[in-house]
């Protein structure tokens, strides 16, 4: 049954983004499940593997390749979604793969309304972001949109109404006119979000409803797959769903105390690869959490590319070895050194 309401999902690509857009929806349906009082809604999954989805209560459509506009500009195909969707129902909120929600999809249905932009966030004047090129500069200069009264809008959420889709409309031109001006500009959707709603629309963000997790991606990552290899094949038992709970917002680093320990006891490591086996001691706790357990080796492969940048160089197969055989690192690891060592070691095989 379609609703005047709906939740909608655009996963295509890597498996990764799947099973994130799994992950998301489920932990949609556990607090909308916890919530007595919602207005009934539907979920609408825009995807390129409808395999990943045929276990959730979803209706399943196709990308068109051609919403990817005259400059084949894949975010903008989200922008379009939405607005397919809002042709056939008069609320619609684009939620981005890589979130999960705190509480119940009523909440963010609730701050949809004429006239109102649902964003994930509102951050900073635009002024303040990276440089624009000059050519863009005039173009804003050209419609009176000075980057001084611009705010960033992250669009990990898109929430509108159906008599507000002209939003989209305008975002659309947007990235149609400025693509060419910034080919590498990652963050250009969401500029051209911003310039669509300056002054016709009131922002509203719901960080406290949806956890966008667009910094620090690889923990949260790791404890979406582990959801997902441990639930998959029955992604909406109750199970499955009450194990959406356990995935928080916090990164799973050791507690304070054992931190301060361990960086008084590395200072007995030499100095340039202290910070190193610092870092790899975060995914050498023993979590009472599952999921938090399941970020050690995310832990660990950061702690390899932090110390390659510091470096300004990749570590040899000679200095990854001796750096992992360090008496001190090994005494601190205790039972996870070997899953750790066998790791890293793979890791550089790999590469």
Sequence with gaps: MTHATQLVYLAFGAATYQREAVFSIVSALTHAHECKRIEPFSIRVFTDDPSFFDKL??????????WAGPHRYHFRIKHMVLKETLQNCEKAVLIDTDTFF???????????????L???????????????????LARL??????????????????????SDQSLLERSIAWMDELRPMAPELYTLEELCLALAA?????????TDVI??????????RAKVE??????????????????TLLLNDRLPRPPQPYRSWQKLVTRLIPSERRQFSRELLYGCHNHPNEFDRACASAWWDKAVINAQERLGRPLTAGEIQLWLNDPVLKMLAGNHYQALHSHILARFAAN
């Design 57 to 66: 209560p979803v209706q399943i459509c196709a990308i068109d390749p051609s």
């Design 141 to 162: 200069e050209q419609a009176k949109l000075p980057l001084t009264t611009l705010r960033q809008t992250n669009s990990g959420v898109i929430g509108l109404m159906q």
């Design 226 to 243: 582990a959801w997902f290899n441990k639930h998959h094949m029955a992604p909406i038992s109750q199970e499955a769903m009450q194990d």
């Design 102 to 116: 705190r509480e119940s999809p009523a909440a963010l249905f609730n701050r949809v309304a004429p006239g109102k």
């Design 198 to 206: 300056h002054g016709r629309m009131e922002l509203n963000a719901c």
């Design 211 to 220: 956890h966008h997790y667009w910094s620090r991606k690889a923990q949260f």
């Design 118 to 136: 649902l964003c994930n966030a509102i951050g900073r004047p635009l002024s303040e972001a990276s440089p624009l090129p000059a050519e863009m």
